[in-house]
Nanobody, 123 residues
């Protein structure tokens, strides 16, 4: 499956953005799709995941602010980001995995990745 992330941009603190991860050559319902991010000078970190069965998981820094969802008809997974702050500035990547749910935070298990999309939160 090929993945394409989009929707990044520049937003002021407190603002919102919605990222999209569109899949082709396969169906998102067959995978867990995860969002990761990499800030300048930092390692890539887990943000959120949407499991093939509909489960969701979030990292602590984004819990309550970000929402991951799936539109099977559009073969797309979304990441709605609210109340953004400068610490959310990063390149955001989406990936697909078939790993067991308990390990979806581990990026080495993701077998398909799309190019990232840059999110900048600044006043």
């Amino acid at each position: 499956v090929q993945l394409q992330a989009s929707g990044g941009g520049m937003v002021q603190p407190g603002g919102s953005l919605t990222l999209s991860c569109a899949a082709s050559g396969g169906t998102v319902r067959s995978y867990t799709v995860g969002w990761f991010r990499q800030a300048p000078g930092k390692e890539r970190e887990f943000v959120a995941a949407f499991g093939w069965s509909g489960n969701t998981k979030y990292s602590d820094p984004v819990k309550g602010r970000f929402t991951i969802s799936r539109d099977s008809a559009k073969n797309t997974v979304y990441l709605r980001m609210n109340n953004l702050n400068p610490e959310d500035t990063a390149v955001y990547y989406c990936g697909a995995t078939t790993v067991v749910w308990g390990r979806v935070k581990e990026e080495n298990h993701y077998i398909h990745w799309g190019p990232g999309t840059l999110v900048t939160v600044s006043s």
